[in-house]
């Protein structure tokens, strides 16, 4: 199956099918339409237009008065400080300075997560020992222990990225674990009766098998960093996007907290988007995978 | 070309309700080459004689021995086909095929490539298991096997799962490469057809816990006609014995 050609084929077929009820959406399944939603740029069209409808209303509503500048700034005033920010170099070294941390941190625990996890997947040994320990502190929210963090580590650099590697390491600790454990048992057989040495058990046999929940892990890894950024930038820091955020919230310039939000959200979109991507990629053999 | 020689006196499984016998003291003599297929009714203890000739299970009394050498775990001398494909479902046919072995290396790269043309792959080397038919995957298992040169393979409900069709035209496939490799087969099966067209002789096996009831030898030439009066009569000399039984169904 060629998921391009999918996409080419199903909203055609939803769209007639709820065709014959009534006329508005008879209009939906005119070849002209299925053909302007059909294929990739179809996908974002149609994922774009609630948004772009939703521009429109608020732009409206803001002209008109109906929301004060300080608690709604219109789109129009969030694009110009948006473009004050990128013309004085500001918002870019927040961004970069929010991206080494998150990188940073979601590197070191997500690291030690995955290795952990295929550690206490391999060995039962290895399970007994640490499994324990790491169930119970992953109990504890792990935003929870900012103010601990900021006693130990203080209010700079390493309190920050600590606090993101601790959130980015338990997804990938959990996921990598339950992944290499639940190795079909009669994949198994068949390797031992090919006679898999060590190494190919693990590269060829459990590290396939369980990519499906190691990348799974990545996405929430990703995803857990980035939150833990936004907790560490906004507790107390002179750059980043979360800076930009709460600065920018004490001055009441609404439209750059805006800003900021943006930034967060079309990074972290971003990041989610590449283990799409990744996924597309080195998960092509798995039956449920129609993309 | 290898002889396989059973003498399992007792195999049985303990459970939260005790213990129950799986196999009887069950005497066998394959000979180097000889292709032979045993039938049973469900649940007797076929695929566990199976796995006990495979080395899977070692959990028993008795031995089992292959060329005079005593099997005592699994490997690739005993080639196992299932009743499911068990194909690695990340690895393309030829990936399959040669598995944990490399397929940069020329010697194993030229065997993969003769045998996907032996097993008819051609063409869908590097196609996924899911892209595959029932019976391509089947195919594919079969020669992941061959791969290894095994000196028996064992075969467990090979084509079970496969419609008439299929199944009919995978028994001449595995016909064609048991003549050209020689290799000795043990197939299970729960097909009486399937076991007068492709043995040399036929293991009867009792309701469980099992034993051999009896050994019919096919002497008809291959390959074999179901219309045949000769196979008919084979084939009737199975239904009877497994009637006897009194576990045999019109059903089945
Ligand atoms: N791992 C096991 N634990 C307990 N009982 C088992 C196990 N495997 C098979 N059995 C039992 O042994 C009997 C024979 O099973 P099996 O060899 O699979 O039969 P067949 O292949 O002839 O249908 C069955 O009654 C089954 O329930
Ligand atoms: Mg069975």
């Known amino acids: 199956m060629n998921p391009s050609n999918q996409d080419a084929v199903y909203p055609a077929v939803g769209m007639s099918r709820n065709a014959a009820s009534d006329r508005a959406v008879t209009r939906l399944s005119h070849p002209r339409f299925q053909r302007a939603f059909a294929g990739r740029g179809g996908k974002l069209l ?246 | 070309m290898s002889a396989v020689t059973v003498e399992l006196e007792h195999k049985s499984f303990h459970s939260e309700h005790g213990e129950v016998q799986v196999l009887r003291p069950i005497q066998l003599q394959i000979h180097p080459g000889e292709f032979v297929t045993i039938i049973g009714p469900s649940g007797c203890g076929k695929s566990t004689l199976l796995k006990i000739l495979a080395g899977l299970d070692t959990e028993y009394r008795g031995s089992v021995w292959i060329d005079g050498q005593k099997v005592v775990r699994p490997g690739v001398q005993q080639g196992f086909v299932f009743q499911e494909h068990r194909l690695f479902p990340w690895m393309t046919v030829e990936q399959n095929i040669a598995a944990n072995l490399s397929l940069r290396d020329p010697q194993i790269r030229a065997k993969v490539d003769q045998l996907t043309e032996l097993v008819r792959l051609k063409g869908f080397e590097r196609a996924y298991p899911k892209r595959l038919s029932g019976g391509m995957s089947q195919r594919v298992a079969i020669a992941r096997a061959l791969l290894r040169d095994p000196k028996v393979l064992l075969l467990d409900e090979p084509f079970g799962a496969l419609d008439p069709f299929t199944r009919a035209h995978l028994q001449t496939a595995l016909l064609e490469v048991w003549m050209r490799k020689k290799i000795t087969m043990i197939l299970v099966t729960h097909d009486v057809d399937e076991a007068v067209v492709l043995a040399n002789r036929i293991v009867i096996m009792t309701p469980k816990p099992a034993a051999i009831q009896a050994v019919i030898p096919v002497d008809l030439p291959y390959p074999r006609q179901r219309v045949d009066g000769a196979f008919q009569e084979i084939r009737n000399q199975i239904l009877r014995a497994l009637s006897d039984q009194g576990v045999w169904t019109a059903a089945e």
């Open chain 1, 46 to 291: 149609q994922g774009a237009s609630l948004p772009l409808v939703v521009l429109a209303l608020w732009q409206v509503a803001s002209s008109l008065g109906w929301a004060p500048e300080t608690l709604l700034p219109s789109p129009v005033n969030i694009v110009r400080a948006l473009a004050d920010l990128v013309s004085t170099g500001e918002l870019v070294h927040d961004i970069e300075i929010s991206l080494l941390r998150a990188l940073f941190g979601f590197l070191l625990g997500g690291t030690l997560g995955f290795a952990f996890g295929m550690a206490a997947g391999l060995s039962k040994h290895f399970e007994g020992f640490t499994d324990p320990t790491i169930q119970m502190v992953r109990t504890i929210p792990h935003l929870a222990i900012t103010p601990l963090f900021i006693l130990w580590f203080g209010l700079g650099e390493w309190s920050k990225v600590l606090l993101i590697a601790l959130g980015a390491f338990f997804p990938l600790y959990v996921n990598t674990f339950t992944g290499i454990r639940n190795v079909d048992a009669k994949l198994f057989e068949v390797a031992r009766i090919l006679e898999f040495n060590r190494l190919h058990l693990v590269t060829r046999l459990m590290l396939p098998a369980a990519l499906p929940n190691i990348l799974l892990g990545l996405r929430l890894s990703l995803g857990v960093s980035w939150l833990g950024l936004v907790v560490a930038e906004l507790m107390g820091s002179s750059a980043g996007v979360g800076y930009l955020i709460e600065n920018a919230s004490q001055f009441s310039q609404t439209s750059v907290v805006f800003v900021g939000l943006l930034i967060f959200a079309a990074v972290g979109k971003l990041s989610d988007s590449l283990v799409r991507w990744l996924e597309r990629r080195l998960l092509r053999w798995r039956d449920s995978y129609g993309g």
